[in-house]
């Protein structure tokens, strides 16, 4: 018998009895891979507890506090630096009734924790005209099924962000950088 060998991807394959041990290999490594994945969900599904409910609790406050000062300033500013402020305050609301508290809740992130009842995933209710269920469904399974995957993930072409050359160019890409900034700003001030 003679062994004939391939090249393919930088690996060598040699088309004989070795090739059934390649083939073990790279399934023992991507079983050794998802256990590891699996570990480390694990890990972190364990860390996940009171401190947790604190945060969402107190930020969901700060939150609300925020839409009580914007309409406040809305209602009662004569000048322009008071309707804006106004204004920064309800933004800053939205976003983070949007993002951090809802896109979160709906995931499931404090399912199942005492104390985080009104953050369930199957209860949760947005001040926002977005259908929950829906959202569930396109969010959860569809886009992070295909995840910036172009023609699969229903997500890809939503948003100011143009993330990949399959999206059609819009004006407002060129500032994406500076956008993306600014959406995602009053988040990072809370991780």
């Known amino acids: 018998m003679t062994s004939q060998t391939v090249t393919l991807n930088s690996v060598t394959v040699i088309n004989d009895n ?14 050794r891979f998802g256990e590891a994945i699996d570990a480390i969900r694990r890990r972190v599904e364990a860390e996940v507890g009171a401190d947790d409910v604190r945060y969402v609790r107190r930020l969901d ?25 106004g ?31 009104r953050y369930a995933s ?13 959202w569930r469904t396109g969010h959860n399974i569809k886009h992070h099924q295909y995840t910036n995957v172009a023609g699969r993930d229903p997500d890809i072409h ?6 990949t050359h399959h999206t059609p160019h819009r004006w407002y890409h060129r500032v994406q950088v500076v956008t993306a900034v600014a959406v995602t700003f009053p988040i990072l001030r809370f991780t």
């Open 18 to 31: 070795n090739t059934e041990t390649a083939r073990d290999d790279r399934a023992d490594r991507l079983r």
């Open 122 to 134: 199957k209860r949760f209710r947005w001040d926002l005209p977005i259908d929950e269920a829906s």
């Open 61 to 85: 406050r700060f939150s609300h506090a925020m839409a009580l000062v914007g309409r406040g300033l809305l209602a009662l500013s004569v000048e322009p630096v008071g309707f804006f402020a």
């Open 87 to 117: 204004v920064g305050a309800l933004w800053l609301h939205k976003q983070l009734q949007a993002t951090e508290i809802g896109h979160m809740a709906l995931h499931g992130a404090w399912d199942d924790l005492p104390g985080a009842e």
């Open 158 to 163: 939503f948003g100011t962000v143009r993330l």
